[in-house]
C-alpha cells in the first residue's frame, strides 16, 4: 500500500477564499505531480516537481501554486477559489531512477466552490 | 505528439462475462505502458505495466493486457468479471521528456458489471 496522503478528501468552500490542498509522502520520492481529474476526461498534469525547489507547470494552465520545500511534502494553493476550480485533484509520486515510472496516488481531494 | 485513447467511455458486461477494455496509443518513440484502476471514491492503482520483455503481462486478480507494437495497442482483458471489478479503468504510456519520463492519460473507461 502506498504511503501518500492528501487531506482534506471533501472540501466546500465560497468563491474567493484562499484554499491549500495537501500532499504528502513517506516513501522519499523525488518526483511529485498534481493532477486535475474531471468526469470523462483524462488525468490533466497540471504541476509537477522532480526535487527540492524545483516546480514546474504542467500541460493544463492552472491558476493554482506548488511549492517544494521538503521532498516529502507538495502543497497545492487557490489564492482566491472560483467554481471554475471545481474538480477532483490527484496527487502521485514516483520512485527515482527512469525505469521505474509507476506512479503512487494519494485519495484525492474533491474540491467544490460555490 | 503523443496521445492514448481509450475508444469506449463505459462499458457494461454481466457478472462471470469476458471483457476487453481497449486502448491505443500514438507516439514515435519507445514507451512504457499501463493500466490503473480507480475504484469509487479512491485514488489510482497500479493493475499492470509493460516495460520490456514478455508482450503479455497480468495482474495479480485474473486481469491481463498485451503490448501489440504494430497496432500500437495495449488492450486489458478478463476472461470472467466480478462485481468487485466495477471500477474507472486508465490507460497511460510513460514518455521521454525533459531527460524523465511523464505520463500520458487515457479518458478512462467505466466497467459496469451488470448481475
Known amino acids: ?114 | 505528439a503523443q496521445s492514448v485513447t481509450q475508444l469506449d467511455s463505459q462499458v457494461p458486461v454481466f457478472e462471470e462475462a469476458p471483457v476487453e477494455l481497449r486502448c491505443n496509443y500514438s507516439s514515435s518513440v519507445s514507451v512504457y505502458l499501463f493500466w490503473y484502476v480507480q475504484y469509487p471514491n479512491q485514488g489510482l492503482q497500479l493493475l499492470l505495466k509493460y516495460l520490456s520483455g514478455s508482450t503479455l503481462v497480468e495482474s495479480i486478480n485474473g486481469f491481463e493486457a498485451e503490448f501489440n507494437k504494430s497496432q500500437t495497442s495495449f488492450h486489458l482483458r478478463k476472461p470472467s468479471v466480478h462485481i468487485s471489478d466495477t471500477a474507472e479503468y486508465f490507460c497511460a504510456v510513460s514518455v521521454p521528456r525533459d531527460s524523465n519520463y511523464q505520463l500520458i492519460w487515457g479518458a478512462g473507461t467505466k466497467l459496469i458489471i451488470k448481475p
Open chain 1, 1 to 114: 500500500e502506498a504511503d501518500i496522503y492528501q487531506t482534506p478528501r471533501y472540501l466546500v468552500i465560497g468563491t474567493g477564499k484562499k484554499i491549500t490542498l495537501e500532499c504528502s509522502q513517506t516513501m522519499g520520492h523525488d518526483k511529485m505531480y498534481w493532477y486535475q481529474q474531471d468526469p470523462g476526461m483524462e488525468l490533466h498534469l497540471i504541476h509537477y516537481s522532480y526535487g527540492v525547489n524545483s516546480t514546474e507547470k504542467g500541460d493544463l494552465s492552472s491558476e493554482s501554486t506548488v511549492s517544494r520545500i521538503r521532498t516529502e511534502h507538495f502543497p497545492l494553493t487557490l489564492e482566491s477559489a472560483r467554481p471554475s476550480h471545481t474538480s477532483q485533484y490527484l496527487c502521485a509520486s514516483i520512485p527515482t531512477g527512469q525505469l521505474n515510472t509507476e506512479a503512487f496516488f494519494g485519495q484525492g481531494t474533491r474540491l467544490t466552490v460555490v
